[in-house]
């Protein structure tokens, strides 16, 4: 139990579909992370927020939302997703943007597009 | 381009020692990361390196030479539980972890 929580835990959705992922974490931290996970592949990171605020976006597709209304919870909306999107799906958080931040993993949402 | 290369896979036998290399081509550099990773589960961190040498935690070492842009895991007496995935990471001059693709080490008994 590292102290970031993940819902769901499992996600199949169709490609009109529209849902949420949440991550809550319950650390006192204030920066918080999407990543993607492919198989055999880095992961790459996808949105970071900073106090709130977001700091970087990696050319993420616009069908990937991101949402985080206080530094415990991050939401990342999914809509007209491509099955190329099926991937598990990390959220991280950590003390701030900078220092040592050593980054905390929720357990992750395994996502199919079907 | 910025790069992290580790081996995809590795095994080893339980009690045995085995050490995970990782070298990083980065613009600029500010720490390296080990982290492990159960199949189906999160990443956990493992070992925070940022000045040349090793350092040790237990069972498990991790070492770096930042001239040669290279890094090794050492777990010592190997557990079957210990079969995971290894990801190093690198902390660039922008402070952006940038990812290998992880290492999944196999222990046999």
């Known amino acids: 139990e590292t102290g970031v929580t993940q819902t769901p835990r499992h996600l199949v959705m169709g490609m009109t579909n529209k849902k949420s992922l949440k991550c809550e974490q319950h650390?006192?931290?204030?920066?918080m992370y999407w990543y993607k996970q492919s198989a055999k592949k880095p992961l790459e990171l996808m949105f970071v927020?900073?106090?709130?605020?977001?700091?970087e976006n990696n050319s993420v597709p616009s069908r990937f939302s991101p949402e985080c209304p206080n530094s415990s919870h991050l939401f990342l909306h999914l809509h007209t997703l491509q099955p190329e999107d099926s991937a598990l799906y990390l959220c991280?958080?950590?003390?701030?943007?900078?220092?040592?931040?050593?980054?905390?993993f929720g357990p992750g949402t395994r996502l199919l597009v079907l | 381009g910025q790069n992290i290369d580790q081996p995809t896979e590795m095994t080893a036998t339980e009690g045995a020692i085995v050490q995970i290399n990782c070298t990083y081509q980065?613009?600029?550099?500010?720490?390296l990361f080990w982290y492990q990773q159960h199949a189906g589960e999160a990443p956990t961190f493992l070992s925070y390196?940022?000045l040349d040498g090793l350092e040790e935690k237990g069972r498990f070492s991790s070492f770096l030479s930042r001239s040669k842009g290279y890094s090794y895991l050492l777990l010592k007496e190997l557990q079957m539980k210990d079969s995971a995935s290894y990801l190093c990471?690198?902390?660039?001059?922008?402070?952006?972890?940038?990812w290998g693709a992880g290492t999944k080490l196999i222990i046999k008994p």
């Open positions: 650390l006192g931290h204030n920066a």
């Open positions: 927020y900073n106090f709130k605020e977001q700091t």
């Open positions: 991280a958080s950590s003390q701030d943007r900078e220092g040592q931040e050593t980054q905390y």
């Open positions: 990471a690198v902390r660039d001059s922008n402070y952006q972890l940038i």
């Open positions: 390196n940022v």
């Open positions: 980065t613009s600029g550099f500010n720490g």
